[in-house]
């Protein structure tokens, strides 16, 4: 081939892609068929273009409007040829050095269908151009034979490959330019470097015998822009057989020989009626896919395939149910089961819908199909189901339906029923394929080995590679299955030096006959790292892992099952080494494959929430890092989210994961929620018989603390009571409102009961009555919770004085009691009892003693308390309990409140909502202290810093009504009434009672008037 345009051209092919396939007749028979999937693919493709059939659109665009290139002068050269080419010019344009020539060539090297299809008719033109140019060569030759010549970079695989493939057909991937010159192909070889380490430089030397019919060949000299050159075209598709590779150490170069074939040539008629059996009422486009798949190609068979439906170039409806089927297949291999069942089921509703075919074959392979991805979904029944149907259907193949339940049985751990079910394969007439016989073997050898019977597992081990090596050869990839099961014994039974030694074999086996991104070498990447865990070796055990991941990756998708499978492994193993950061990078993949999915499978979508929440959770046990505790905590959240979609609030399953996230709003401090996931774990407890009570004591062990750590009661601990009603589902707002609830009065009994444990003396009393009180208050029982309290409080004066610091929590737990009974007076006592509590102990818990001044303000703005000051006698609310209060405290801390407020004033430079709120309230104490002037300059001040029309301004004007009244100014009161009147009878919902109030106040200040 001329060397100029072979540097040129291929600049812009991928460096990867290898220009040779190999056909092995052992490999059709063996586990590992699909290595003869590309050659297939190129011999269905040319028969196709050959016969006029192949074509991806069906109105094909001309090469301009398909690849829409950017370059000026490829778009030049496209819309060229469009316009003038002629099949009598075929051999001219390959042979021109433009962009028809790479893009053809990359599109034929690299299966790339879409981009071939516009080139069919370009193809089939050159196959008829050189075949007439071949007759013209043939005459030209004055010997039987003549050797041709090429120089090329081949990949190191498909060096392998050709090593293992002594006197099977090779074929070509694209046309393939070869030269007279050997020393010209030779200096091409070796002038070059390699670009990459996966490449080599080969010589390649061609026998052809001038005599035999063949594939068109022919010198295109004439047609060539570099014609002196002596270039011999072959057609693609064109089969040789592989006669020897050596290596020339003295030029440091791989030459590989081979012979071309004549098409009536035993093997390859051998061949040509295999695959004609194969493909048998098969749609050649579809096999197209198939083969594309068996390369492991997914994604290209998928894109394939819907291409064949978008374009409707399937117009046979049989056609469409096997495209669906195949379909179904790729979708498989790429990890989509859901996807996959669709499309099993769309074939298998439309051959079902058919009488005639009912029996067809197609229906027990749907069946087989369907039972084959429900066993990789765990979903063992629906498996059973299908394989069921299969094995009543009349054209099943026994052997895949019994090799399935021999699958199901052996994850199931039911191994004598897989053994069974494998025995069963093997004695079926008529006799399995040898890949079947294989595979069948290894599995029971390995289910013998799972049940410690190693002898007998070793007696099929040792069958198996008998049986390999007789029907295939020592150095076949099969054997790797078989050693592999074999490393597998070694290493449950603690063998793992003769573990490694196996997988080693495997390995070695593998690097000499399979390219490099074949699956096999991810699952022995994986074995030596299982080896290496085995042994301790953290680190070589993440060198394999990473090398099987790297494997996986070439091949499928980041989201697919086996994927993220390493994805796991490996974050695992980086958890071991106690790295967090690179556990938490593998276990996000493994979380985001999960969400990406189509269809998401709680299961495994929460165990990756789990798994992520127990990560970070132990990181936070190292470093302790509060934020680190709210992702463990997020991710345990999503975790419980997921798993309620499912499972019921009780059920005994959730137990560890309410414990987890109760144990960590509890190192939060925030207990209502602590307290909330308790008691659904102790819900678990209760409603799963027998009743574990050492269990429940437990968690109301935890439960007491909860309450012995509440010292602060201006909220509840009610997770529900604190969510807004407008929940997005009532129903299950208000039966968790009730849950709380229901807990609160079963929690309010056990501690009852363990009071009753008790002697009047016992140091413990002050714990449950502080609980007690607490459980009270939560109940909104306040008469009850201000009992325990007061019981509490008793105790504690017999010790302690009343400005002891052991007292705040319990004043302000009673204060809090008497706020909420609206009992204000005697809350304002306790309030300050806390407040001068804090202070003697020179307490510099500032924030708290400001949240107290706050609840003291919010009593100030409740009108119907504060317009009790303007009687002539003040409502006495005397303490019943204790005399704790006299006039000169209360006084003290009346002028204390009044200073307080006074200096948020001048501290607030802010006009806002919040100063209209602190006017009132230093107005209502002024109130109490009846100055009534200095209370209207607050009162009228806040008027400016309050909404329009709202109820607190109603209110004010009310209060301002009632200080004039007060006074006998009549008018400023009747002014007053009226500005309230005005406002309440434009807010909704309207307050009538308290309108008509107001009415009866102005006729009566009007009648007065009168």
């Not at 979903?379 to 149907?389: I, R």
């Not at 299950?732 to 609830?741: A, G, R, V």
């Not at 919770?785 to 737990?813: G, H, P, T, V």
Request: hydrophobic fraction near 35%; include cysteine; proline fraction near 2%.
């Amino acid at each position: 081939m001329s060397e100029n345009k072979e540097k040129k051209g291929e600049e812009n092919v991928q460096a990867d892609r290898m220009g040779t396939m190999a056909y092995s007749s052992k490999d059709n028979e063996s586990m590992h068929k699909s290595l003869n999937g590309e050659f297939i693919l190129y011999q269905i493709l040319l028969k196709q273009i050959l016969d006029g059939k192949f074509s991806l659109n069906l109105n094909e665009k001309s090469l301009y409007e398909h690849f829409q290139a950017s370059d000026s002068k490829d778009k030049s050269t496209y819309k060229e040829f469009d316009k003038k080419y002629k099949a009598s010019k075929a051999i001219n344009w390959y042979t021109r050095e433009s962009c028809v020539y790479k893009t053809l060539n990359k599109a034929l090297r690299t299966q790339d269908t879409k981009n071939t299809s516009p080139f069919a008719t370009f193809i089939k033109d050159l196959n008829t151009q050189l075949t007439k140019e071949h007759q013209i060569f043939i005459k030209q030759q004055k010997t039987p034979t003549i050797q041709l010549y090429r120089g090329q970079f081949l990949s190191k695989d498909e060096l392998n490959r050709l090593k293992t493939s002594h006197g099977e057909l090779i074929s070509m991937n694209s046309f393939l330019s070869t030269s007279k010159n050997r020393k010209k192909a030779f200096e091409f070889a070796n002038s070059r470097t390699p670009p990459s380490d996966d490449l080599i430089s080969i010589l390649l030397e061609l026998n052809v015998n001038i005599n035999s019919i063949t594939k068109p060949y022919a010198d295109i000299e004439r047609y060539s822009d570099f014609q002196d050159e002596e270039e011999i075209l072959f057609v693609f598709g064109s089969m040789f057989r592989m006669d020897n590779v050596q290596f020339d150490e003295k030029n440091n170069l791989w030459i590989v020989t081979l012979t071309l074939c004549a098409n009536d040539d035993p093997d390859i008629k051998q061949f040509l009626s295999i695959l004609e059996k194969e493909t048998e009422g098969q749609n050649s486009l579809v096999s197209i896919g198939n083969n594309l798949m068996e390369m492991n190609k997914f994604d290209d068979a998928y894109a394939h395939l819907e291409r064949l439906f978008n374009n409707k170039l399937l117009t046979d409806p049989f056609d469409c149910v096997q495209c669906h089927l195949m379909v179904g297949k790729v979708e498989e291999k790429r990890g989509n089961y859901n996807a996959s069942i669709d499309q099993f089921n769309n074939g298998l509703d439309y051959l079902l819908k058919d009488s005639s075919l009912k029996d067809h074959q197609l229906v027990s392979q749907c069946y087989n199909s369907l039972g084959y991805v429900y066993c990789k979904l765990k979903e063992y029944e629906k498996a059973f189901q299908y394989f069921e149907l299969a094995l009543n259907s009349k054209t099943n193949d026994l052997s895949l339906t019994y090799l399935g339940l021999a699958k199901i049985h052996f994850k199931m751990t039911n191994y004598h029923l897989s053994l069974e079910y494998l025995q069963k394969i093997l004695q079926s007439k008529p006799e399995p394929s040898h890949a079947i016989i294989t595979e069948t073997n290894i599995y029971i050898g390995s289910i013998y080995a799972a049940m410690n019977n190693n002898d007998e597992a070793t007696k099929y081990f040792d069958k198996v590679i008998e049986l390999q090596i007789r029907k295939l050869s020592k150095d076949h990839p099969d054997l790797g299955y078989t050693y592999n099961a074999i490393g597998l014994m070694y290493l449950e039974n603690n063998a793992e030096q003769k573990a490694y030694e196996y997988f080693l074999k495997t390995y070695q086996l593998q690097s000499q006959s399979l390219p490099n991104n074949h699956p096999d070498f991810a699952k022995t990447f994986t074995n030596f790292g299982n080896y290496y865990m085995k042994i301790k070796d953290l680190d070589n055990a993440l060198i394999y892992y990473e090398k099987a991941l790297e494997n996986q990756l070439k091949t499928l998708s980041w989201r697919h099952p086996s994927v993220v499978e390493s994805y796991l492994i490996l974050g695992h193993t980086y958890w071991k080494k106690r790295n967090f950061d690179q556990a938490a990078i593998y276990f996000d993949k493994v979380l985001k494959s999960e969400l990406a999915r189509e269809k998401i499978a709680e299961s495994s979508l929460s165990l990756s929430y789990k798994t992520l929440g127990d990560l970070y959770y132990d990181k936070f046990n190292v470093y302790l890092d509060k934020k680190i505790l709210d992702e463990a905590l997020d991710f345990y959240l999503n975790d419980l989210k997921i798993e309620l979609k499912v499972k019921l609030h009780e059920d005994l399953s959730l137990v560890d994961l309410y414990k987890r996230i109760a144990e960590i709003f509890y190192k939060k401090h925030n207990y209502g929620q602590a307290l909330l996931h308790y008691n659904r774990l102790l819900d678990s407890y209760y409603k799963n018989l027998p009743i574990n009570q050492i269990k429940i004591d437990e968690i109301y062990e935890i439960i007491a603390k909860i309450y012995l750590k509440r010292h602060h009661f201006n909220e509840t601990l009610l997770y529900y009571q604190n969510q807004s009603n407008e929940n997005e589902n009532k129903h299950e707002h208000i039966d968790d409102i009730y849950f709380e609830k229901r807990y609160l009065d079963q929690s309010l009994n056990y501690f009852q009961n363990k009071l009753l444990k008790y002697r009047k003396n016992s140091s413990q009393l002050n714990n449950i009555y502080y609980i007690l009180g607490n459980i009270s208050y939560d109940k909104q029982d306040y008469d009850q919770s201000l009992k325990y309290f007061f019981k509490l409080f008793n105790k504690n004066l017999k010790k302690q004085n009343f400005n002891d610091l052991a007292l705040k929590y319990i004043y302000e737990a009673i204060a809090m009691n008497y706020f909420h009974k609206q009992n204000y007076n005697q809350s304002l006592t306790y309030f300050y009892r806390l407040i001068e509590c804090l202070l003697m102990n020179n307490t510099k818990n500032y924030s708290f003693i400001d949240k107290i001044y706050n609840l003291i303000g919010k009593i100030y703005l409740d009108k119907d308390y504060t317009i009790q000051y303007l009687s002539a006698k003040e409502k006495n609310q005397g303490i019943d309990h204790l005399p704790i209060n006299n006039s000169q405290f209360e006084k003290y801390y009346l002028e204390q409140t009044l200073m307080h407020f006074q200096n948020l004033l001048k501290n607030n430079k802010k006009k806002n909502d919040s100063l209209g709120d602190i006017y009132r309230i230093i107005a209502n104490i002024y109130l109490k202290k009846r100055d009534f002037n200095q209370s209207l300059i607050y009162f009228h001040q806040s008027i400016n810093y309050q909404l329009e029309k709202s109820l607190s301004l109603a209110q004010t004007y009310i209060l301002i009504g009632e200080i004039y009244r007060k006074q006998h100014f009549s008018n400023y009161a009747l002014q007053s009434y009226q500005d309230s009147l005005n406002i309440l009878q434009h807010i909704q919902p309207r307050d009538q009672s308290l309108i008509d109030n107001i009415q009866k106040k102005i006729r009566k200040i009007n009648s007065y008037s009168t």
